[in-house]
């Protein structure tokens, strides 16, 4: 017969990690050098979703102004402008929004802040 250990009753797992707020949200931030999956910004693919929805209904004509669609969608014109401007980001940054392969600092506030429309500078 073999001598068992015996199984302790609570073990002990150290994880280093931080908590972070980003958008009003807590993140589990992870130490340089760690694998992290990547993980996509539910609220940056709806408004970027959004964005091309109003850019076609206005397109189509079913609505004349960003005005008269802003009071339809009971949201703010200032607001909507805003949004619609993410229809003009570079196709790659939108592809990686998608994947969720970009970093912690693309977030909806920021990128509703103003950027340039060529796309090369966008990456900047």
């Not at 280093?16 to 980003?22: C, G, Q």
Request: net charge positive; with cysteine; hydrophobic share 40%.
């Amino acid at each position: 017969m073999t001598s068992r250990t015996p199984i302790p009753d609570t073990v002990t797992l150290h994880i280093p990690f931080r908590l972070v707020k980003r958008g009003g949200r807590k993140k589990m931030q992870l130490p340089e050098g760690a694998s992290q999956q990547p993980r996509s910004d539910n609220t940056l693919i709806k408004a970027l979703a959004r964005a091309f929805r109003w850019k076609r209904m206005l397109e189509s004509g079913a609505f004349t102004t960003i005005a008269e669609l802003a009071e339809c969608e009971g949201i703010a014109p200032s607001y909507m402008t805003r949004v619609l401007r993410l229809t003009l980001l570079d196709p790659d940054i939108v592809e990686v929004i998608l994947e969720g392969t970009q970093g912690p600092e693309l977030t909806l506030a920021r990128m509703l802040e103003p950027f340039p429309v060529v796309w090369k500078d966008q990456w900047k």
